[in-house]
T-cell receptor, first 109, second 112 residues
Framework: GQNIDQPTEMTATEGAIVQINCTYQ??????LFWYQQHAGEAPTFLSYNVLDGLEEKGRFSSFLSRSKGYSYLLLKELQMKDSASYLCAVMDSNYQLIWGAGTKLIIKP | TAGITQAPTSQILAAGRSMTLRCTQD?????MYWYRQDLGLGLRLIHY???????GKGEVPDGYSVSRANTDDFPLTLASAVPSQTSVYFC???????????FGPGTRLTVL
């Protein structure tokens, strides 16, 4: 079966750095996406990785290792507005997204 | 631009009744999707359409039907609602099937 695993909840301090991990087992691989979802709102796109390595975009970076079936999202200089759920999703061989349940990130002042 | 819109925002529906959730995008995207999101679970794909005139079944299609008569609209119909269909429904679109997806604001549906 297809499976995406990520921690249910994480807590971090404003101004700090946090790493959210995602491991996956899917039928084929056509890229890994990270989305941000604030409570009661729609998911919004953060990053896309299809090759191994680190992609940096401002305060957010995403890493992929296809051989390990592993990705992480790194958030630097945390702000209170970063309090949200972070969703990991893998595009399978049918170009359908398989979604993790999301990691709820709580930022404390 | 509006992007992608959904209607209604929320709805309470009696079991056994039918309902159509509306979704419209103005980005001229080829692909559109319907997901449901339930607490503790990832988004689950109900139906999708890679281009106008074609549709396909996702992970949880039973009890739902869709149509794609044109590029912009992708309605989702529940023929006879059941309480297990209580969920938040998100419509999404992408330029092509392998691109990032843009999501509508969601419809919160409660079936009693």
């Amino acid at each position: 079966g297809q499976n995406i695993d990520q921690p249910t909840e994480m807590t971090a301090t404003e101004g700090a750095i946090v790493q959210i991990n995602c491991t996956y087992q899917t039928s084929g691989f056509n890229g890994l996406f990270w989305y941000q979802q604030h409570a009661g709102e729609a998911p919004t796109f953060l990053s896309y990785n299809v090759l191994d390595g680190l992609e940096e975009k401002g305060r957010f970076s995403s890493f992929l290792s296809r051989s390990k079936g592993y990705s992480y999202l790194l958030l630097k200089e945390l702000q209170m507005k970063d309090s949200a759920s972070y969703l990991c999703a893998v595009m399978d061989s049918n170009y359908q997204l398989i979604w993790g349940a999301g990691t709820k990130l709580i930022i404390k002042p | 631009t509006a992007g992608i819109t959904q209607a209604p925002t929320s709805q309470i529906l009696a079991a056994g009744r039918s309902m159509t959730l509306r979704c419209t995008q103005d980005m001229r995207h080829n692909a559109m999707y319907w997901y449901r999101q339930d607490l503790g679970l990832g988004l689950r794909l109900i139906h999708y359409s890679n281009t106008a005139g074609t549709t396909g079944k996702g992970e949880v299609p039973d009890g739902y039907s869709v149509s794609r008569a044109n590029t912009d609209d992708f309605p989702l119909t529940l023929a006879s609602a059941v309480p297990s269909q209580t969920s938040v429904y998100f419509c999404a679109s992408s330029d092509t099937a392998d691109n990032e997806q843009f999501f509508g604001p969601g419809t919160r549906l409660t079936v009693l």
